[in-house]
């Protein structure tokens, strides 16, 4: 079940919200009920894995508890490394063991285990909340609200990765409250904004893209194909930049303010602002649960620091590469990312100051460059689209090139959804409400007219 489909938006949202509707006049049924809503719609996206998300939930939980009662930090080491086991199992084992196979000379089997949806996002909130339990940061919760902060349908698919001091303490409020129709207004914003940007842009772009790069994967782009596989990073900011929209207004409608995702990447000036501004939430997980730790190992001399500092920049962006996927082309593309980071880092302590403008300009061909690399899938395919952008510029798909004209205005233009909510909603305008209303029903027919796709995060 996806967001941008059918099933959910006339079925599922409208069932839910009349569910918790009823329950929402009573505190002790409204954690409750949000988690059942929650655990229908991943039984429904994912029936194979719902037991396996239960089992976590429970396991994780459980460990909690005996935390809290015998402090053995053992322990919570000992849980963490079995979800990263669980997810190393999903999501890497047949990579391992297809390199594995190329080393030995031989071919080794595959699992057919499946991926199960979510997974990377769920292992990362159970990562979250038992790293700062054994830090003494969080406290102890019930098992229905954190069974909530787990399973949470808005973000529990692909984010936002909110932290549990983000969430937790909202979770069982009640929502229908004298002023409730604003936070719907709100909430209906992000939505249609997060449609618009995934069934309008990312999604245009999707069936322009997909062909061409299933060409790159066969051989050579011509000229035209491959400026055009260029502007991959476009589709996939729109497309994940919508979902986490849709997310923050889906938690909204339910009583939760999930943390904010995006904040216009594509106007950044370097590579730091880039990555303080693109899936905030996965950088800043990154950086106090990986890059951080890191740093304070204090394996070297002092003299040495910046050695660490920056080989600790190097692999926390080369996991942040292959948590995306288990392929060398994921990998590739986060060391380097990791690169542009050391040498930004470098360049604004010991170089001259760029103009604003070239900062941006350099900034968004590394973004654009990278981001085929990302898409690719083999070294092979990224080369057949980089060799093409030195060929001959003929246009061959004219009538179809206007979400690519549309998707640079809309990334280099506008600021952030949230920017543009917050000035929409400043006060009531029911003309405001009258075009929000048309402007989802248009959404609604143009998803009826094409094939659907899937979030690419989904994947992740």
């Known amino acids: 079940m996806l967001f941008n489909d059918y099933p959910f938006l006339l079925v599922f949202l409208p069932a839910a919200l009349l569910i918790y509707r009823l329950a929402d006049p009573y505190p002790g049924l409204r954690i409750g009920v949000q988690v059942a809503l929650s655990l229908a719609f991943y039984a429904w996206g994912s029936p194979s894995f719902i037991l396996l998300l239960i089992g976590s939930i429970a396991i994780n939980w459980l460990a909690s508890v005996a935390y809290g009662r015998v402090k053995w930090p053992a322990l919570l080491t000992l849980v963490i490394g079995l979800d990263l086991a669980v997810l190393a199992l999903f999501k890497y084992a047949n990579f391992v063991l297809a390199n594995l196979g190329l080393v030995l000379g031989t071919t080794l089997p595959v699992l057919d285990v499946g991926l199960p949806l979510g997974i990377s996002f769920f292992t990362f909130h159970h990562i979250m909340y038992l790293v700062d339990l054994k830090r003494g940061r969080a406290p102890l919760y019930a098992f229905d609200r954190y069974a909530l902060y787990i399973a949470f349908f808005p973000q529990a698919i692909a984010g936002p990765l909110a932290r ?86 889906l938690g909204l409608l339910f009583g939760v303010q999930l943390p904010y995702n995006f904040d216009a990447p594509l106007r950044s000036t370097n590579i730091q602002d880039f990555w303080q501004r693109w899936h905030i939430t996965l950088m800043l997980f990154l950086r106090d649960y990986v890059f951080y730790p890191l740093v304070n190992l204090r394996l070297l001399p002092r003299r040495w620091l910046p050695v660490q500092f920056f080989g600790a920049m190097m692999i926390t962006m080369a996991l942040c590469g292959l948590w995306h ?58 080369w057949h689209v980089f060799a093409g952008l030195a060929s001959r510029l003929p246009l061959e798909r004219g009538k179809h090139l206007w979400p690519l004209i549309a998707a640079p205005l809309f990334a280099f233009l506008l600021p952030a959804s949230q920017d543009i909510v917050a000035v929409l909603t400043r006060r009531p305008n029911p003309w405001l409400a009258g075009l929000l209303g048309l402007g989802l029903f248009a959404l609604l027919l143009h998803m009826g007219g094409r094939d659907l796709h899937e979030f690419v995060y989904f994947k992740f």
Request: aromatic fraction near 18%; charged fraction near 10%.
């Open 325 to 382: 996927g288990a392929s060398w082309t994921f990998v590739l593309w986060g060391v380097l990312h990791g690169l542009a980071l050391v040498a930004c880092t470098l360049w604004r302590r010991y170089g001259p100051e760029f103009p604003s403008w070239l900062g941006w300009a350099l900034t968004v061909l590394f973004v654009l460059a990278t981001g085929v690399i990302f898409r690719a899938g083999s070294v092979e395919a990224a």
């Open 164 to 249: 549990w001091s983000e969430v937790m303490h909202q979770f069982g409020r009640q929502v229908y409250v004298p002023g409730w129709q604003r936070q719907f207004c709100i909430a209906t914003c992000f939505i249609a904004i997060g449609l618009f940007e995934k069934i309008v842009i990312a999604d245009g772009l999707a069936h322009l893209l997909d062909p061409i790069y299933a060409q790159a994967a066969n051989g050579p782009l011509a000229g035209g194909d491959a400026w055009l596989a260029f502007c991959f990073s476009f589709q996939i900011l729109f497309d994940f930049s919508g979902y986490s929209d849709v997310a923050i207004g």
